[in-house]
Each structure stands twice: as structure tokens, then as C-alpha cells.
């Protein structure tokens, strides 16, 4: 067997696993790695290992679990360069950007150290003397899903608050991605009791055995809608809990008069992170008609001076996009988007090199109700919609199944009241896509369930228990 280049963590112990499956460089279209393809035995082990360790795991004292979390974040501190490669070489975004994820995810483990949710009182109001109190309890296992796009940070968003809860956790990465998850789990292992952190890697096939294995008791899961949905499904049987965190199709307004060509370069970069391959970037731009072409020529001139490259060379700006499958369903979008009336004035088709390269892209003119106005592209595509009047730039942004996140551009008191018209879970006012640690974040609609982040997203990996006693006399 092809040795793997990162290992499986099942009970604390590093395994190799019985088979392997290959991993792509999406910059050069080769494998370059082979990782463990989980068996269904070897997920069983891992399931049982949360399973058994959760009790032990859960009545450590909070602050001993704060102590662990900390421990995590020195632990990824001190493996930052060697984790951030293996995104670059995996994903394919800019090892800049690598190594501000993995530095981003060690502060994210900090930052969830320090928050708890104790229990509370609940006065009797009944003007009985009832003492009741309401704890927070933990779960017990949480299945964490993730996509391919962040694969580090999206991991440690869900693995921190739901550890520090006292939930024990099995990890599965996507199958593009999974050797800087694999790589976090051996890192971090010292760092927490053994089977507490679980990672297994595995084909499409590994995905859905995590969720129906009838151990789990939460699934926080991170990807696209249509995925979403299959987890919801095979979560309702037994009523397993769900944190659902799926993909958006974010608007960006402008109000008319803004200077357009003024924002366009701030605009070109939300909506140009990890090529576009960001949930909560701009992927559709509103502007007023009289402004569409000054808007049109500034984005243009902006894509046509970004290099397009692999991430591990320094001068790349943007990165290849992560999949064959997904490049394949881009090019498709713009032929859609031609096909109905739509100009593609710069890109539109993929790099004649090898790797998944599709370069930044502008369209306008797009026809009423596109696929690229609709469906989330996850690219580096910025389709241009001119507007007639602000209400009808509203209706168009609420217009689709995803509520994800949406901004308003424009003097403050105006773009907050069409913010409030927005339907979504994050609206942005003259900025787009600030995620924060202290910030609840999460979708409305097909965008999610739930919420990640801050006190609000650890409150999602424990549940309510009630305590009620009764104040009897002395007998
Ligand atoms: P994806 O849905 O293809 O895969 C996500 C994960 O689900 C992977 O680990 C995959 O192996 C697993 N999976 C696939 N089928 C499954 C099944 N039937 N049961 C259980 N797990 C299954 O998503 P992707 O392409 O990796 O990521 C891109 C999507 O993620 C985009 O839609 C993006 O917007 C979304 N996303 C959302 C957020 C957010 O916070 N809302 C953040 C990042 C990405």
C-alpha cells in the first residue's frame, strides 16, 4: 500500500487504515498525496471511542477543558507553516492565505476558551417556592462535517465550542481536502484526552455512514445546500440535533450615486476570496443603470491585473478552484449566463493549463432569472445587475432560495433601511463578509439552521436540562 501522508485519529491513537485514497493538487491536476479511506469498522471505532470517552470528557471541571482548548491553540501555533502547506497544495489558495487560516483557527480556539454558558436560576413566578435551575448540558457526540474550502478554520469553528461544552467529536473533512485536518488531529492529540478529538477521512461513501451512525447525537455540518439536505434527512429519524451552516448567494447593493469606481476595488476583493470559494462572498453586484458601465469597466480592468496561479508561488492572487467536478459546473453556469443574453466581458472560460484555473470573470447583461443570478457559482465570477429603482434590487437579492449574508453600499441611514429589507442572516452596511469570533453567524432559509460563532454558536452544541425541586416542610 502507498503510505499515507497524514494518519487517522481514532481514540488518540494515530491509524493508518486499511485502505487509502489519492489526494489532487488542484494547481497541477496530479495527485500528490495519498490519505486513509475510513472503513466502516474503523468509523465504528472512532464513533465508539467519542462514545466511551464523552463521560470522562464531560466531567473534567469547565476550566480544565479551557486549559485543553489553550493547549490546542499553542499546538496549532507551533505547526502553522507545515498545516498551511498542506492547504495550499490540497485547496489551492494562496499560502498567504493558508497561513492566516491556520493562524486565525489557533486564535479561534483561544477566543472559545474563554466562553461559557453556566447555569441559571429560574425565579419561582408562580409565587410558589419551586428552586428550579436550568443547566446547559453537552450532546454527547458531535459528527463535524466540513467542506473543502476552509478546511482548517471551518473545522476548529465547530471543534472548540463543542469540546469546551463537553461534547467529544468525530471529524471527517472533505474528501478533497483532508490532509490539513488529519495533520490538525495528530497535532492537537497530546493536547486533549484521548478519543475526545476523533479525525477520519474517507470517499463519499463515509459522509453519510458518519450521520446514520446511530451514536451520533448532534451533526454540526458545514457545505452546500443539496448536502444539507441528504444530513437533515438521515438526522430525522432518530432526531438527531443538526447545525446546518450552507451555502449563500450574497448580494451587494449600491445604492445610486456611490462612487462606483471608487468601491471597486473593494469589491472585486470580497468577491474574489479563495477564488470565490468563500460562503459569504459577494456574488452578485446591484448597481443603479446610469453607474452599470463605469462599475463594469473598473471590475474589468481590476480581473484582467490579478494573476491567477498556484498558490504556493508567491505572486498568485487568486488560486485554482478546488475541484474538477466544480470547474466543470462554472463553465456550464456562463454558457447558462451567455445563453441568456449575458455578456462576459472579461474570463469566462478556464485557463488552457493544467489544474482547475478559471480566472476572474465579469458579466453583465444577464437575462432575467439566470442560473448565475440564482445559484450559488462559488467562483471567481462577479455577475453585474443593473437596477431602475432600489425596491426592485431588493426583490431581486431576496429572490433566490439562499439568505445567507447581503450588503448595502451608501450613505449610512439610507443603506440601513434597505438593509432591513433584506432577507438574510447577516446584512453588511458599506462592508461585506467581516466574519468574527464574537459574532453569531448563520443562514436563513436554504442558507442553514442554527448559527456558529461567539456565545450564541456554543449554545448550539448543548442542550437545556431542566432541574425542578420542590420545597416540601420538614416531615
Ligand atoms: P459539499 O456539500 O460538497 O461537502 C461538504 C461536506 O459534506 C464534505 O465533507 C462532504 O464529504 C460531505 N458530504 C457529502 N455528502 C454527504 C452526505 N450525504 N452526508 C454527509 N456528509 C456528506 O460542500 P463543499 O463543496 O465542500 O463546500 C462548498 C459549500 O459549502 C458551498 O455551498 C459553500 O457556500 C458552503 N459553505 C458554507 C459555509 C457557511 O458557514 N454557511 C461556510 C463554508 C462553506
Not at 259 to 279: H, K, P, T, Y
Request: charged fraction near 20%.
Amino acid at each position: 500500500m502507498t503510505e499515507v501522508a497524514s494518519m487517522m485519529t481514532i481514540g488518540g491513537k494515530p491509524v493508518e487504515g486499511i485502505d487509502s485514497m489519492p489526494v489532487e493538487n488542484p494547481a497541477t491536476g496530479e495527485n500528490f498525496a495519498e490519505a486513509p479511506a475510513c472503513s466502516a469498522a474503523e468509523l465504528d471505532r472512532a464513533v465508539c471511542a467519542a462514545r466511551d470517552t464523552f463521560p470522562r470528557w464531560a466531567g473534567l471541571p469547565h476550566q480544565q477543558r479551557v486549559t485543553d482548548l489553550v493547549d490546542c491553540a499553542n499546538a496549532l501555533d507551533a505547526s502553522v507553516e507545515e498545516i498551511a502547506k498542506l492547504i495550499t497544495l490540497e485547496q489551492g489558495k494562496p499560502l498567504r492565505e493558508s497561513l492566516a487560516e491556520v493562524r486565525l483557527s489557533a486564535e479561534w480556539f483561544r477566543k472559545t476558551a474563554e466562553l461559557s454558558a453556566p447555569s441559571e436560576e429560574i425565579p419561582d413566578s408562580t409565587g410558589g417556592n419551586s428552586r428550579i435551575t436550568m443547566d446547559r448540558v453537552p450532546h454527547g457526540v458531535v459528527a463535524a462535517i466540513t467542506p473543502a474550502n476552509f478546511p482548517v478554520l471551518l473545522a476548529v469553528v465547530k471543534i472548540a465550542p463543542a469540546l469546551l461544552a463537553g461534547n467529544t467529536v468525530v471529524l471527517k473533512p472533505s474528501p478533497s481536502t483532508p490532509l490539513s485536518s488529519l495533520r490538525m488531529g495528530e497535532v492537537l492529540n497530546d493536547a486533549l484526552l484521548p478519543g475526545a478529538l476523533n479525525v477520519v477521512s474517507g470517499r463519499a461513501e463515509l459522509g453519510p455512514a458518519l450521520t446514520g451512525h446511530p451514536y451520533v447525537n448532534l451533526i454540526s455540518f458545514t457545505g452546500s445546500m443539496h448536502t444539507g439536505q441528504r444530513v437533515a434527512r438521515a438526522a430525522a429519524p432518530e432526531f438527531k440535533r443538526v447545525v446546518l451552516e450552507l451555502g449563500g448567494n450574497d448580494a451587494c447593493i449600491l445604492l445610486p450615486g456611490i462612487d462606483v469606481a471608487g468601491l471597486a476595488e473593494e469589491i472585486f476583493r470580497r468577491s474574489m476570496v479563495n477564488a470565490g470559494q468563500f460562503c459569504a462572498a459577494i456574488k452578485r453586484v446591484y448597481v443603479a443603470r446610469d453607474q452599470e458601465q463605469e462599475l463594469v469597466d473598473a471590475l474589468a480592468s481590476l480581473a484582467r491585473s490579478a494573476t491567477v496561479g498556484d498558490g504556493m508561488d508567491p505572486a498568485t492572487d487568486i488560486g485554482p478552484l478546488t475541484t474538477r467536478e466544480h470547474l466543470e459546473s462554472v463553465v456550464e453556469l456562463v454558457s447558462d449566463a451567455v445563453n441568456n443574453g449575458g455578456r462576459v466581458v472579461t474570463g469566462g472560460a478556464p485557463l488552457d493549463r493544467p489544474g482547475h484555473f478559471f480566472p476572474p470573470t465579469i458579466v453583465s447583461e444577464l437575462g432575467a432569472s439566470t442560473r448565475l443570478e440564482g445559484a450559488e457559482q462559488f467562483a471567481p465570477i462577479i455577475p453585474v445587475l443593473a437596477y431602475d429603482d432600489v425596491s426592485s434590487a431588493v426583490k431581486r437579492a431576496n429572490g433566490t432560495h439562499y439568505a445567507l449574508g447581503g450588503s448595502v453600499w451608501g450613505p449610512e441611514a439610507e443603506a440601513l433601511d434597505v438593509a432591513a429589507r433584506l432577507d438574510c442572516g447577516t446584512v453588511w452596511v458599506n462592508t461585506h463578509g467581516d466574519l468574527r469570533h464574537d459574532v453569531p453567524f448563520g443562514g436563513r432559509r436554504a442558507s442553514g439552521m442554527g448559527v456558529e460563532y461567539g456565545y450564541w454558536g456554543l449554545l448550539e452544541y448543548t442542550q437545556i436540562k431542566v432541574t425542578n425541586v420542590a420545597q416540601r416542610p420538614a416531615s
